[in-house]
């Protein structure tokens, strides 16, 4: 009815449509639900949006953004004014919040967004493993995503070390599942399954393991044993 009503696109006093208040209250599902609707935006908003949306998970209203042009543009590290993850690719930030459709939506776009990395040279696996993100992890898995040795950061973190260093046995346990050998022999040198290790890359570090860490190492070594 707001379509047929015209009222999708009103403007009140200030000149502004719904979808503006919606920006400007940061409303996400407001935004999706009209966006999804059909109403019309400037270019220049259509980053700010496309991140909010698939932040959200709102896949449908990614595919509209998508669908009208907007891309991800990512700015340099320290981002847009107030906003600290502005420098991360969209797709890193779907699949650490663990949206699964959203994910294959913006991986379905090309681009390389899959082998996109960050400033620190991560790809959206890493996140989707660092924070549990089974959902998104296995759809990035499923979509064709990286995760062994060409996986490795800027430190030399794989996916399964970023797992395991944040104490996510369930998103280790799937990514030992894939099969992806050289990332298991690669954590196997970094975190000993007989006693903590240090950190990638720094091989004098005397500091012991995080228990959650030390917690998913074993846990890790125990079912890829029964492999």
Same mark, same amino acid.
């Given at each position: 009815?707001?379509?047929?009503?015209?009222?999708?696109?009103?403007?009140?006093?200030?000149?502004?449509?719904?979808?503006?208040?919606?920006?400007?209250?940061?409303?996400?599902?407001?935004?999706?639900?009209?966006?999804?609707?059909?109403?019309?935006?400037?270019?220049?908003?259509?980053?700010?949006?496309?991140?909010?949306?698939?932040?959200?998970?709102?896949?449908?209203?990614?595919?509209?953004?998508?669908?009208?042009?907007?891309?991800?543009?990512?700015?340099?590290?320290?981002?847009?004014?107030?906003?600290?993850? @502005?420098?991360? %690719?969209?797709?890193?930030? *779907? $699949? /650490? &919040?663990?949206?699964?459709?959203?994910? !294959?939506?913006? +991986?379905?776009?090309?681009?390389?967004?899959?082998?996109?990395?960050?400033?620190?040279?991560?790809?959206?696996?890493?996140?989707?493993?660092?924070?549990?993100?089974?959902?998104?992890?296995?759809?990035?898995?499923?979509?064709?995503?990286?995760?062994?040795?060409?996986?490795?950061?800027?430190?030399?973190?794989?996916?399964?070390?970023?797992?395991?260093?944040?104490?996510?046995?369930?998103?280790?346990?799937?990514?030992?599942?894939?099969?992806?050998?050289?990332?298991?022999?690669?954590?196997?040198?970094?975190?000993?399954?007989? @006693?903590?290790? %240090?950190?990638?890359?720094? *091989? $004098? /570090? &005397?500091?012991?393991?995080?228990?959650? !860490?030390?917690? +998913?190492?074993?846990?890790?070594?125990?079912?890829?044993?029964?492999?």
């Amino acid at each position: 009815q707001l379509v047929q009503w015209g009222a999708i696109e009103a403007r009140d006093f200030h000149r502004f449509t719904p979808l503006d208040k919606a920006m400007r209250g940061r409303h996400t599902e407001t935004m999706a639900a009209l966006i999804e609707l059909g109403a019309e935006f400037q270019p220049e908003r259509g980053t700010e949006l496309l991140r909010a949306v698939a932040i959200g998970g709102f896949a449908k209203a990614v595919e509209c953004c998508v669908a009208k042009g907007c891309v991800d543009a990512v700015s340099d590290p320290g981002g847009r004014r107030g906003d600290r993850t @502005a420098h991360i %690719p969209v797709l890193h930030l *779907a $699949a /650490a &919040a663990n949206h699964p459709q959203t994910v !294959a939506t913006l +991986a379905r776009q090309g681009g390389g967004a899959l082998e996109r990395r960050d400033h620190d040279g991560r790809l959206a696996v890493h996140y989707a493993a660092a924070h549990g993100a089974v959902d998104a992890l296995r759809k990035l898995l499923q979509l064709g995503a990286a995760s062994g040795r060409t996986a490795r950061d800027r430190a030399g973190a794989t996916p399964l070390h970023e797992a395991v260093r944040c104490g996510q046995s369930a998103a280790a346990q799937l990514l030992v599942r894939s099969g992806d050998w050289a990332a298991i022999d690669l954590l196997r040198a970094d975190f000993p399954a007989d @006693a903590p290790g %240090p950190g990638v890359g720094d *091989a $004098a /570090a &005397a500091s012991a393991l995080p228990a959650a !860490a030390q917690a +998913a190492a074993r846990e890790v070594w125990a079912f890829a044993a029964q492999l």
